[in-house]
């Protein structure tokens, strides 16, 4: 199984700065089609998980692009260049190459 | 646009089972991948099973292999997971997602609650 560590689990931030989160993980990513099998979620306070960022760098449909992603192999980042009110929530990594599927343990995003 | 919408949650004593489903909307049902994904009130994420459209490509975590079997109604665009010999560590929010754009899960639906209590 492959783990996934994501770094810091707090995070507290001011509207307008920048803020980045980090994610490894156990073995590579990199697949042999030369994606990178790493995603990122949304979890807002009371809903559901929502797609961020796919294959390390591509912002979901309807993602603003003050967030982006980047990284490869066995380490990521997520980085919101300017933060706002409604970005809090517990951001999580996952990796998508091999089953079991696993996350990491959430990145808690709170404003100061 | 892609929907999934879960139902099946209670409370439940262990030992017990219980089914839960998940009706999906806007996708090729036949052709999609569809996850099971669960989360303890206040904790993290933890995938639990995945199946094809047709039901007979399925996967399981270890901790589930053998109490849960997943099964699909192709015709109705149905999910199941058939939750057996549940355990009090089985309590969480369970929710239906789709595989998607190179193996993310999109979307997700808003969940439904199972507890395993005496």
């Known amino acids: 199984e492959i783990v996934m560590t994501q770094s810091p689990l707090s995070l507290p931030v001011t509207p307008g700065e920048p803020a980045s989160m980090s994610c490894r993980s156990s073995q590579s990513l990199l697949h042999s089609d030369g994606k990178n099998y790493l995603h990122w979620y949304l979890q807002k306070p009371g809903h559901s998980p929502q797609l961020l960022i796919y294959?390390?760098?591509n912002r979901a449909s309807g993602v603003p692009d003050r967030f982006s992603g980047s990284g490869s192999g066995t380490y990521f980042t997520l980085r919101i260049s300017r933060v706002e009110a409604e970005d809090v929530g517990v951001y999580y990594c996952m990796q998508g190459l091999q089953g079991p599927w696993t996350f990491g343990q959430g990145t808690r995003v709170e404003i100061k | 646009e892609v929907q999934l919408v879960e139902s099946g949650g209670g409370l439940v004593q262990p030992g017990g089972s219980l089914r839960l489903s998940c009706v999906a909307s806007?996708?090729?049902?036949?052709?999609?991948?569809l996850h099971w994904v669960r989360q303890v009130p206040g904790k993290g994420l933890v995938w639990v099973a995945h199946?094809?459209?047709?039901?007979?490509?399925?996967y399981y975590a270890d901790s589930v292999r053998g109490r849960f079997t997943v099964s699909t109604d192709s015709g109705k665009n149905m999910v199941y997971l058939q939750m057996n010999s549940l355990r009090v560590e089985d309590t969480a929010m369970y929710y239906c997602?789709?595989?998607?754009?190179?193996?993310?899960?999109?979307?997700w639906g808003q969940g439904t609650l199972v507890i395993v209590s005496s």
């Open positions: 997602a789709r595989d998607s754009l190179d193996r993310s899960f999109d979307p």
């Open positions: 806007g996708l090729t049902f036949r052709s999609s991948w």
């Open positions: 199946t094809n459209g047709d039901g007979n490509s399925t």
């Open positions: 294959l390390g760098s």
